[in-house]
């Protein structure tokens, strides 16, 4: 079993990582791993680092300028925070197959807040930019990169309603939430090709995946090692 627990943010490659990880993970191996989400509304807020607001949105460079000046910090140890979407490409590349976690059952009504809470941060953050604490070039960044955020959230929801399907309305609506909500994600992922040697096995690994979603990292951690040692996760 491995694990990386908020980890992957802080190497200059994650890809190489995972490449590693991959390497290691023998047949019946797991993979645990958990990636914040820096594009959740709850991290732009305040990052999970450095308790910041919008330093999620910056690059590392500007990301240093910024812990610099608020914190007098010489130092900033985050590489590149990185979308779903482009973990999911790395997962595939590096033969890995991914069970996120995360449990989500989302309404309408819950994607309509968000928003308003979106809308809400924005205008915090135009009125943070006239503030000493925080450097107005930055702040400024971080704005024009916030209203290009919730233009993609729009662009999210009104694909969600353009849908006449209820299903793919639901799928929809689930991804907004995990893309835009989720400050953390829980991963369990175990190698591609002994994946595709039979069914019984990959149904195994997503029930086993399943009976997870509700529990804590650490309690995670703990069944998970279990079920190795005892070799019941996977079944050839």
């Not at 300028?65 to 997962?91: C, G």
Request: aromatic share 12%; hydrophobic share 35%; charged share 25%.
């Amino acid at each position: 079993m491995i694990t990386s627990d908020n980890v992957i943010e802080h190497v200059s490659d994650p890809g190489r990582l995972l490449a590693f990880c991959s390497q290691l993970l023998n047949k019946e191996g797991i993979f645990y791993l958990t990636i914040p989400n820096a594009f959740s509304i709850g991290q732009i807020q305040k990052d999970c680092h450095y308790g910041l607001p919008g330093i999620s949105l910056l690059d590392p460079d500007d990301g240093a300028a910024y812990v610099k000046y608020t914190l007098n910090q010489p130092f900033y140890d985050v590489s590149w925070y990185y979308r779903y979407n482009i973990f999911e490409h790395l997962f595939k590349r590096y033969g890995l197959l991914e069970k996120l976690l995360n449990p989500y059952d989302v309404s309408f009504e819950d994607v309509a807040n968000l928003k308003r809470e979106y809308d809400q941060l924005l205008v915090d953050m135009q009125n943070r930019s006239n503030h000493s604490q925080f450097p107005p070039e930055l702040t400024q960044r971080i704005v024009n990169r916030l209203r290009h955020h919730i233009q993609m959230l729009e662009t999210d929801l009104l694909y969600e309603q353009s849908q006449e399907d209820s299903k793919i309305k639901s799928i929809q609506r689930n991804r907004i939430f995990r893309d835009y909500h989720t400050e953390l994600w829980y991963f369990i992922l175990r190698p591609l090709s002994s994946s595709q040697q039979s069914c019984s096995t990959q149904q195994d690994f997503f029930s086993t995946s399943d009976m997870l979603e509700q529990l804590s990292g650490r309690q995670m951690i703990k069944i998970l090692s279990k079920k190795i040692i005892r070799r019941l996760s996977f079944r050839n």
